[in-house]
């Protein structure tokens, strides 16, 4: 079935770089795309955004680029900090997200000092 | 606050025994979600309200699964005759649900169930 899911479940880097999380999707219908970094014990928190009619945004140290060529999602992290340490989820939605989200696994990203 | 907020946050209870999750969305959203977040997985869609109306509750797992949320602000999710494997915590998130507006949807801090 069509699912969204991450190449990497764990990703260490070092305090001060960048980190880049990838996500790949399979439902060609979603128009809606979303990233989310979730802490233990806490809920998603939303991060950044795009739709399916643009192929990059950018937010406060986040970048996320979104190629429907290959159903291609990333976040880019810019200098990476200790309290970027998460757990990140991409998700897909149709509609512009006004149904449910299908959630990928997610992928522990761990900052080394 | 200005956040989704859930209670309780801590559920223990006996197979067998029915649970209610409460959710308290943001003031002024329109949508609802309830999702189930299995330990490290993602989070897996199980209903959708717009005010009091269910628009999709196709992922409920089973029958033992209601959701309802009659003034269209809080919602409750029960779960009767629970089971082992319902053992997970509950999302709860809300959106504007303004058309043709962004539709970020904003979690809580969900509800750890657990199931002996």
């Known amino acids: 079935g069509e699912s969204v899911g991450l190449h990497l479940p764990t990703l260490s880097v070092q305090e001060g770089d960048n980190s880049i999380i990838n996500c790949a999707y399979s439902?060609?219908?979603?128009?809606?795309f979303i990233w989310y970094k979730q802490e233990s014990g806490k809920g998603p928190q939303f991060i950044i955004d795009i739709r399916s009619n643009m192929d990059k945004r950018q937010g406060q140290r986040v970048t996320v680029l979104l190629n429907k060529t290959v159903k291609h999602l990333s976040l880019q992290i810019a200098a990476t900090q200790p309290g970027d340490s998460a757990v990140y989820f991409c998700?897909?939605?149709?509609?512009?997200?006004?149904?449910?989200?299908?959630f990928g696994k997610g992928t522990h990203l761990i900052i080394q000092p | 606050g200005a956040g989704v907020s859930q209670s309780p946050r801590y559920k223990v209870a006996k197979r067998g025994q029915d649970v209610a999750l409460r959710c308290d969305p943001i003031?002024?959203?329109?949508?609802l979600f309830w999702y189930q977040q299995a330990l490290g997985q993602g989070p897996e869609f199980l209903t959708y309200?717009?005010?009091?109306?269910?628009?999709?509750k196709s992922g409920l797992p089973s029958d033992r699964f209601f959701a309802e949320r009659p003034e269209g602000s809080v919602s409750t999710l029960k779960i009767q005759r629970t089971q082992q494997e319902d053992s997970a915590v509950y999302l709860c998130?809300?959106?504007?649900?303004?058309?043709?507006?962004?539709?970020?949807?904003?979690f809580g801090p969900g509800t750890r169930l657990l199931v002996l």
């Open positions: 998130a809300s959106s504007s649900g303004l058309a043709g507006g962004q539709e970020t949807q904003y």
């Open positions: 998700a897909e939605g149709e509609g512009g997200g006004a149904d449910g989200l299908t």
């Open positions: 003031s002024g959203h329109v949508s």
């Open positions: 309200f717009q005010n009091e109306a269910q628009l999709d």
């Open positions: 439902n060609s219908a979603s128009d809606y």
